[in-house]
């Protein structure tokens, strides 16, 4: 294939023709890559996958990193960028679209250019700007571009609490005040907030509040006991676009979006050194090696333990049904 550096088109020189009706749902991830296939696009493309929607891409970052962490990051142009969001829209078409990591203003400034210009529907913004852990990922000029171009565009924005503190100018640690973060947060411009407990202790960790200027609701889920939780986040906004595509209404997309996430939790993966990502893909382990199923479910430990032998195997709730099921299990 010959490559070509030829320039984005002007989005107002984009050409609006009837674009075929796709036989499944199209969403679109605009994230970064992560080389150890926990986090980033590809997380997100696995989750559009099991959801029965067809993924597409937008790269804005390549990154190397594994289970113990990041020793590299390097940026596309946003010229790039918008060239595959472009060559998707004007194609295929999407239904539902979800932001990650765009590492910088200048990627962040070409994605919302796009945004406001072509159809880019129930756009999820996952505003990756600190690590659960508090870490600063982007600079000052980012995180303002981010605030005041990209946010307002938002149907669904899902700031963990550190983000949220910084979006709200409010320090979180009570659920009172993730309740007054997700309010001030609102009037940002998004449409719905969704402000992530992952990040908080005790009772509060994992308990999300949304808030879409009407409905103030706290989403509890149960809880799950493992360290290997990378790309929780990304997974989560994932899901959530994948609902929205295929017509559920926010607050059922996110709150089908947190049950999947809880789901993939409980199966997460130990590989690698350190932090092993979520199982997206957790009821297919059952259909390849059903015979291994023993009678009792087992802890966390030995699940975690068994993950690298293959001993053992969840349920498959798959979404077939009849001579389908049987002949995927």
């Keep these: 294939m ?61 990154t190397a990193q594994n289970t113990l962490g990041v020793t590299r990051v390097d940026a596309l142009p946003p010229e790039a960028v918008t060239a595959q969001i472009q060559a998707v829209v004007v194609d295929i078409g999407v239904q539902a679209v979800k932001t990650g990591m765009l590492l910088n203003q200048a990627i962040i400034t070409a994605v919302a250019d796009q945004a406001e210009g072509l159809p880019l529907p129930n756009l999820v913004v996952d505003p990756v700007m600190v690590s659960r852990t508090g870490a ?38 009570t659920l009172e005040d993730m309740q007054l973060a997700a309010e001030r947060i609102l009037k940002l411009g998004a449409q719905a907030v969704l402000v992530k407990g992952g990040g908080m202790l005790g009772d509060l960790r994992g308990v999300d509040v949304w808030f879409d200027g009407e409905r103030l609701e706290v989403l509890r889920t149960a809880t799950i006991d493992t360290s290997d939780t990378h790309g929780t986040g990304c997974t989560l906004s994932a899901a959530i676009a994948a609902n929205l595509a295929k017509g559920e209404d926010r607050f059922a997309a996110v709150n089908l979006a947190k049950a999947y996430v809880t789901t ?8 690698g050194q350190g932090q092993g990502p979520v199982g997206h893909f957790f009821p297919y382990l059952r259909c390849r090696i059903r015979s291994q199923e023993p009678s009792q479910e087992p802890n966390h430990d030995q699940r975690h333990n068994a993950t690298a032998r293959r001993d053992w195997i969840p349920d498959c709730p798959l979404p077939f049904s009849g001579n389908a099921q049987r002949r995927h299990c």
Excluded: K, W
Aim: hydrophobic fraction near 45%; charged fraction near 10%; proline fraction near 8%.
């Design 264 to 271: 993939a939790l409980r199966y997460a993966l130990r590989i």
């Design 136 to 173: 600063q990922l982007i600079n000052n000029e980012a995180i303002l571009s981010l605030r005041e171009r990209l946010i307002p565009l938002a149907t669904v924005l899902t700031p963990n609490r550190y983000e949220a503190q910084l979006l709200s100018d409010l320090e979180i640690n």
């Design 2 to 62: 010959a490559a070509t550096s030829a320039s984005p088109i002007p989005v107002a020189s984009i050409p609006v023709a009837p674009i075929p009706v796709a036989p499944i749902p199209v969403a679109m991830t605009i994230a970064g890559s992560d080389s150890g296939g926990g986090a980033g696009i590809q997380a997100d493309l696995r989750t559009f996958a099991f959801h029965q929607v067809h993924g597409t891409s937008t790269l804005t970052c390549i």
